[in-house]
């Protein structure tokens, strides 16, 4: 079957897609106490470059609301592989070539612009593919980018073991070699509009939803316990827990990165027959106690297994959260998939800020910091509860209504 018409191959494509979030996501943080004794960066601003990427990411997912759905998936997919190369090459000339934070600043907008159109499309390309099972599939396809994360850290662990830590800009050029192929790639493979033009959910409509302000706050909290934990793995295992490097990535960010992917596998596997809503209730719990074991047990390898126990508990919340909304808005179309993902990047942006705020107030305590940004978790809990209750209230109400009464 040709590529044109083999939706096989638009599946590859958007699992190459995730790959490329992974970079652009896991790469930079590995990095993060090089900038800060390389080019004098203070923690506090490493932070903020974390907030810059999913800040535009944010402004991104609010520009695509009104735009994808006219110049259609294609362009606007293409486009944000061509964004995404082009940070990663940034990162690795413009520190040296003018103010180093400055370099990192401009690059990180660059790949984070790609990383934004990127989430907004893949979801929707995913979900209008033929296929019967919708929440095995969502899930499945986040997992690629769980052993993305796992093998990039894996590989950038490695080489700036082998090769040293000057090599790192050498890198930035191999990881933009994954978007730059999946610029052609799109363009040939076949790709469905999610809903007809002008059949979506408008957004006033959607704002006027209750249900739909659940979904964002969900998204939210999924967002920030995923990302405050996973952008600070690396720099809490170094210099909180005083491992090694190459330990610390291995035992931090990299078994975080692949709990996640193994909980997605499985939800793709079994989620069918789950109750979605109360398995992302005991996810939230178990992330919560991930938390705290990384934050109060003193011991390294102990503290070091809450950040698996948070990686597998976190796996489900993200597609979870969108198959859930999926299911519940089914003319939700790519405006809400849109909203959704700037809720969830709004998270990305304010878990892992929170972390680098509170530890910075706390002497760079980041023990102190994840602590504290285990309230995402907690009121994750809280809002999959009145889901739960809101949901059993609507079935309540609809079988009244066919019953006549």
């Given at each position: 079957m040709s590529i044109k018409t083999n939706y096989k191959h638009t599946v590859a494509a958007c699992y190459i897609a995730g790959v490329t979030q992974a970079v652009i996501v896991n790469f930079a943080p590995l990095l993060f106490l090089m900038f800060n004794t390389?080019?004098?960066?203070?923690?506090?601003?490493?932070?903020?470059?974390?907030?810059?990427?999913?800040?535009?990411?944010?402004?991104?997912?609010?520009?695509?609301?009104?735009?994808?759905d006219k110049v259609g998936y294609r362009p606007a997919i293409?486009?944000?592989?061509?964004?995404?190369?082009?940070?990663?090459?940034?990162?690795?000339?413009?520190?040296?070539?003018?103010?180093?934070?400055?370099?990192?600043?401009?690059?990180?907008?660059?790949y984070a612009i790609g990383g934004g159109l990127t989430e907004v499309l893949t979801s929707p390309i995913i979900e209008a593919c033929p296929n019967d099972k919708k929440s095995a599939a969502m899930s499945l396809f986040h997992s690629v980018y769980s052993w993305g994360s796992a093998f990039v850290i894996a590989v950038?662990?490695?080489?700036?073991?082998?090769?040293?830590?000057?090599?790192?800009?050498i890198m930035t050029f191999a990881w933009a070699i994954i978007p730059t192929f999946n610029i052609f790639y799109f363009s040939v493979v076949p790709i469905n509009q999610l809903t007809e033009k002008g059949e979506g959910t408008k957004i006033k409509d959607l704002f006027r939803t209750k249900i739909f302000w659940l979904f964002v706050l969900m998204m939210l909290c999924s967002g920030a316990a995923e990302q405050a934990m996973a952008q600070w793995a690396s720099a809490f295992a170094e210099s909180g827990l005083k491992v090694s490097k190459t330990v610390g990535d291995f035992a931090g960010p990299f078994m975080f990165a692949i709990c996640m992917g193994i909980g997605r596998v499985l939800n793709a596997k079994f989620g069918e027959k789950l109750h979605l809503q109360r398995y992302l209730f005991f996810c939230a719990i178990g992330c919560v106690a991930g938390y705290l074991i990384s934050a109060l047990v003193p011991i390294a390898v102990i503290a070091l297994m809450g950040c698996a126990v948070c990686g597998f508990s976190v796996a489900a919340m993200w597609p979870g959260v969108l198959s859930l909304a999926a299911e519940r808005c089914k003319k939700?179309?790519?405006?809400?998939?849109?909203?959704?993902?700037?809720?969830?990047?709004m998270g990305c942006s304010v878990g892992p800020a929170l972390v680098g705020a509170v530890s910075g107030a706390f002497s760079d305590n980041l023990k102190i910091g994840l602590l504290v940004s285990s309230i995402f978790a907690v009121l994750l809990a809280i809002v999959l509860m009145f889901y739960g209750k809101d949901k059993e209230q609507s079935s309540e109400e609809a079988t009244k209504e066919e019953n006549g009464v």
């Open positions: 390389a080019y004098g960066v203070s923690l506090s601003k490493i932070g903020l470059l974390v907030s810059i990427n999913f800040v535009t990411q944010l402004f991104v997912d609010f520009i695509s609301i009104k735009v994808i293409v486009a944000s592989h061509v964004f995404s190369s082009l940070g990663l090459i940034m990162m690795g000339v413009l520190p040296d070539v003018i103010e180093p934070y400055a370099g990192l600043c401009i690059a990180t907008v660059l950038s662990t490695l080489c700036l073991q082998v090769f040293s830590m000057d090599s790192w800009r939700g179309g790519t405006t809400m998939f849109a909203l959704l993902a700037l809720a969830g990047d």
